[in-house]
């Protein structure tokens, strides 16, 4: 594995063990570690079946999108790329290694680059529109630091809903932006002599226009990906009101809403699996509700499930493919 995701991982976990550390100074380390004795761990379990079950849905998109692999091959496309997203900013990484394994049932890179996309296209739809629904709530209900951050984030998803759209409709934009980052790559010596490859780069940005415009008038298609899609990430925003519930808390429209916000505002953290950005806005958004003998323990469990669980099941299914591969 590349340094720069074990660097990852560790900037994760060393965040994540930091906060814990100064929200349980802060509040009483001994009574957030004595909290994890009371909890009751049904709910969190409940919380891991979620996720799993957001697995299965993004699997799910994949096969629609992709008929020549089969269902478990999705499975394993899912976890590949969530265990490299989550291990880079932006959630960045996964991309180029799910191309990679799409290569291996001979699909055209171009045609792996529109599925993704396209995947992506419909999932950032959805985070705008349940993200104006978090703005319009946080506007009645929440300061106005919130409600920014909230806009904020819904602005970048539109933003990337906008460019992939604008490179679609303008062939031209979509090629000249590729051969500017194949030149930079040039010059940091990550690619050499790409001229000898730029009709084929060409050829490849034409065949992901050119599905994508395919599959953007399949309209079942895109209602049902649509529909999966609101499912999936709903699951993302469900789990945190569940490990709340665990200790006794009632969860109510607020508790939900609070969630949706977190999400789709930590989505633009510029670190690891948000790491520091998502503890951060969940103290800012929970505090007043969870108790401070408690608010440790949940951001623990959270983060465990939401992103932890991801890495190490993930990272069981990538070094089970490098071994196949062996």
């Not at 171009?110 to 709530?137: C, D, E, P, S």
């Amino acid at each position: 594995m590349k340094k720069k995701y074990i660097y990852g991982f560790l900037f994760a976990l060393i965040t994540t063990i930091v906060v814990f550390i100064l929200v349980s100074g802060i509040n009483g380390f001994v009574e957030n570690i004595h909290s994890f004795v009371g909890y009751n761990y049904f709910f969190f379990l409940v919380a891991i079946s979620v996720i799993i079950m957001k697995w299965l849905i993004e699997s799910i998109i994949i096969k629609l999108l992709v008929k020549e692999i089969k269902y478990k091959s999705a499975i394993n496309f899912t976890l590949i790329g969530q265990f490299y997203s989550y291990l880079t900013p932006f959630y960045t990484g996964g991309q180029p290694f799910q191309i990679i394994y799409l290569s291996k049932f001979g699909i055209d890179p171009g045609k792996a680059t529109a599925t993704i996309l396209f995947k992506t296209f419909i999932f950032q739809i959805n985070m705008a529109l349940l993200g104006i629904i978090g703005i319009i709530y946080s506007i009645f209900n929440y300061t106005k630091s919130i409600t920014i951050g909230i806009m904020l984030g819904v602005f970048m998803n539109s933003l990337a809903v906008f460019l992939i759209v604008f490179y679609v409709i303008n062939e031209n934009a979509a090629i000249n932006t590729t051969m500017y980052f194949v030149r930079i790559l040039k010059k940091i010596g990550i690619l050499k002599e790409p001229e000898k490859y730029t009709d084929e780069i060409i050829l490849k940005v034409k065949t992901f226009i050119e599905i994508f415009k395919s599959e953007s008038k399949k309209i079942w298609k895109i209602v049902l990906i649509f529909i999966l899609s609101i499912i999936q990430f709903g699951s993302s925003v469900i789990i945190l009101p569940l490990i709340i519930k665990g200790f006794g808390i009632f969860v109510n429209l607020n508790i939900f809403i609070r969630s949706l916000i977190t999400q789709i505002t930590s989505s633009i953290v510029p670190t690891p699996g948000t790491s520091g950005g998502a503890e951060g806005i969940f103290y800012l958004l929970f505090s007043n509700i969870v108790s401070a003998d408690k608010i440790g323990a949940v951001i623990i469990l959270w983060r465990f499930v939401i992103y932890y669980f991801v890495l190490l099941i993930g990272g069981i299914v990538v070094l089970l493919n490098h071994k196949k591969r062996m």
